[in-house]
């Protein structure tokens, strides 16, 4: 059943459809719009919590604005499907974040709205500020530059650092902070108590109404009266009881905070805001879910619901006919609190993503051994590299693609001290809906190059349990990664007593002749399925699951390559400087010959869709690996190493 949006939206297929309506129908537009979003997200899926609380602000921005001449900096973007409707896509909104369709984030190559591409949080300020500093250069007087951030995202160092910079560039940005006191879990930190302090201010309160009407009185006009505007700063400034104001620090001019969900009120104030020159800040307070109860209540569990019954509120779930295996997230932090009984030295860390790393289940039992930083990925690293200094045994539980923020600390604070930090790298792999911007492509190249780094895979629950368990060792003394994917395994009874691992050792799960294949990690699954559909074919392949990159199990590979003379290696990495790029390099090392090929992650951007979508496409999946069995099998000749 196609969704029809309301009659006011159904006429919005630009900014400058929305400008032929009054500033009092824009009431109706939110309305609709909203309503318009809750359809499409409870049928097609997506996130959902994050963009209902910011529907006032996206039509407010876009009628006041002349977008995309004026540029408009989304951060993160889970927050800009209303956005995205009100920019022309509309009518294909319904496929947002599946394959082929929308990106789930405002992407450059989809639309001249999208000002900026996002997906990790905090950028947003610096890229306005770029763009500022640029149209100053340019001269380019009436441009305007707008960066939406969260007070979720505020916490991260690079917001700060763009705001340092912002208060003495000179340059046209308005910074708008939208306070909703989430991320996806609750935000954590002194930052958050401090935007509460001045939201629930008594005299704050009591003077803002006054500061607000002197903006409105401010003169009209390109010119507008500086001594006027200073006026105005102060006012602010002397509205939060005697205390500094953090932005005003900075240099930023501080207005607000004002109620995000007050169309009307928005509307008049980035009119008044467009007048006032320089670097400022726009504190709007918002309810994340805004406009669905369900939402509001339990903002974590709507962050991103899944398909749900618009009215009954029930999240669509998954039948089985059997038991199905576990999360590996899941797996991960309930094996955790049993580690952490065992060894009390043992603590988590974790920026911002308890629930989705399941580090939650250890803060919840041992919240004085379990902790959330917030944005905070260097932080997050090198804070365990400090706790690593008085004998206790981290697990830093960070995604894939989030490490990347961090990888300094990983080299200067960690691995060149050789402290023995656990680095579980959850997300590892395509993960999925999210796109470029959270596929754990990059990890077993960037950390198999650092000195004294260990880097592990499992291919299954019992698996992760038993690196785990070795990670914690007081034998273990090196900084150790330990990489598994976004979803489910493959074991339903994954319990299993703990059994230490020797560091870079291999198993050989079957023998076989003809061809071997060396996996690492959870894709040894496919190539188990690969093996079982090519057996009624006469092929017969060997089969080693390696567990680790590095080191690599030297003795098992000399073993495999004095009886293969054809390889297959299997990763859910970059082909570029991964798992079989070090295969390659042992050979090269010792002088073996053998016909190779390289199954990962191509060197292009793979874009979004479900993972088994995308492990087709890239050629990583089962079909594929039993494809390139049989052609091994036929050619002899050839010496490849595919990177494409």
């Not at 380019?140 to 763009?162: H, P, Q, W, Y």
């Not at 509001?296 to 618009?310: I, M, R």
């Not at 079909?623 to 052609?631: C, E, G, P, V």
Request: hydrophobic share 40%.
């Amino acid at each position: 059943m196609e969704i029809q949006p309301g009659p006011l939206l159904a006429q919005i297929n630009s900014p400058a459809d929305l400008k032929k309506f009054s500033k009092e129908q824009m009431h109706q537009v939110c309305d609709e719009l909203r309503q318009y979003i809750i359809d499409v997200v409870s049928v097609h899926g997506g996130h959902f919590g994050a963009s209902l609380g910011v529907v006032e602000l996206s039509v407010a921005l876009h009628y006041v604005y002349n977008t995309p001449y004026d540029q408009l900096v989304w951060d993160v973007g889970h927050q800009a499907y209303g956005h995205k409707i009100l920019t022309g896509r509309r009518d294909i909104f319904a496929s947002n974040r599946k394959y082929k369709g929308l990106s789930g984030f405002p992407k450059r190559s989809e639309s001249e709205y999208d000002t900026f591409g996002v997906g990790h949080s905090s950028t947003s300020i610096s890229a306005a500020l770029g763009m500022a500093m640029a149209a100053k250069y340019k001269g380019e007087k009436n441009r305007k530059s707008i960066a939406v951030i969260g007070d979720g995202a505020m916490t991260a160092g690079l917001a700060f650092e763009a705001m340092n910079h912002a208060g003495v560039a000179d340059s046209d940005v308005l910074i708008i902070l939208n306070d909703n006191n989430m991320s996806i879990d609750p935000n954590v930190g002194a930052l958050k108590e401090y935007l509460t302090d001045i939201s629930l201010s008594p005299t704050y309160n009591k003077l803002k109404e006054e500061v607000w009407n002197m903006l409105g009185k401010l003169p009209a006009g390109k010119d507008l009266s500086r001594k006027m505007a200073h006026k105005l700063t102060e006012s602010v400034k002397g509205a939060i009881a005697g205390k500094s104001n953090l932005f005003e620090a900075f240099k930023l001019r501080y207005f607000g905070p004002i109620d995000g969900h007050n169309i009307s009120k928005l509307i008049d104030t980035l009119q008044d805001l467009k007048k006032i020159p320089g670097p400022k800040l726009l504190h709007i307070v918002t309810v994340k879910g805004k406009g669905y109860a369900l939402a509001e209540k339990d903002q974590t569990k709507w962050h991103a619901p899944g398909l749900f019954d618009k009215v009954t509120g029930e999240i669509q779930k998954k039948k089985f006919d059997l038991p199905q295996p576990p999360k590996y997230q899941d797996v991960f932090g309930h094996t955790l609190i049993e580690l952490a009984e065992m060894n009390d030295k043992i603590m988590g860390i974790t920026p911002a993503m308890p629930s989705g790393c399941s580090l939650k289940y250890m803060m919840e039992k041992m919240p004085h051994r379990a902790f959330d930083v917030g944005i905070c990925e260097q932080h997050a690293v090198t804070v365990s590299a400090g706790l690593a200094t008085q004998g206790m045994r981290v697990f830093c539980n960070i995604y894939s693609s989030f490490m990347q923020r961090a990888y300094d600390m990983v080299i200067h604070d960690v691995a060149i001290q050789n402290l023995p930090v656990v680095f579980c790298l959850d997300r590892a792999g395509l993960v999925g809906e999210d796109g470029p911007t959270h596929h754990g492509c990059y990890d077993i190249a960037y950390m198999r190059c650092i000195p004294n780094m260990i880097v592990s895979a499992p291919m299954n629950e019992k698996e992760l349990r038993n690196l785990m368990y070795t990670a914690q060792l007081d034998s273990t003394g090196n900084p150790f990664v330990i990489r598994y994917p976004r979803g489910e395994g493959v074991m339903t009874e994954w319990k299993t007593p703990f059994e230490p691992v020797e560091i870079g050792k291999g198993r050989k799960l079957k023998d076989g002749d003809g061809v071997a294949i060396l996996s690492f990690g959870h894709p040894g699954n496919f190539a188990a399925a690969a093996i079982r559909d090519v057996k009624a074919e006469g092929i017969n392949p060997a089969h080693y699951d390696m567990r680790f990159a590095k080191p690599l199990d030297e003795a098992l590979l000399h073993e495999v390559f004095k009886k293969f003379d054809k390889v297959i290696t299997i990763e859910d990495g970059t082909v570029l400087g991964g798992f079989g790029s070090a295969i390659l390099e042992f050979m090269n090392l010792y002088g073996y010959k053998a016909d190779v090929q390289i199954m990962g992650i191509p060197d292009r951007l793979v874009e979004h869709g479900t993972p088994k979508q995308l492990y087709e496409e890239i050629g990583l999946d089962a079909n594929a690996i039993s494809a390139a069995l049989r052609l091994m099998m036929q050619d002899t000749v050839k010496v490849r190493a595919t990177f494409e």
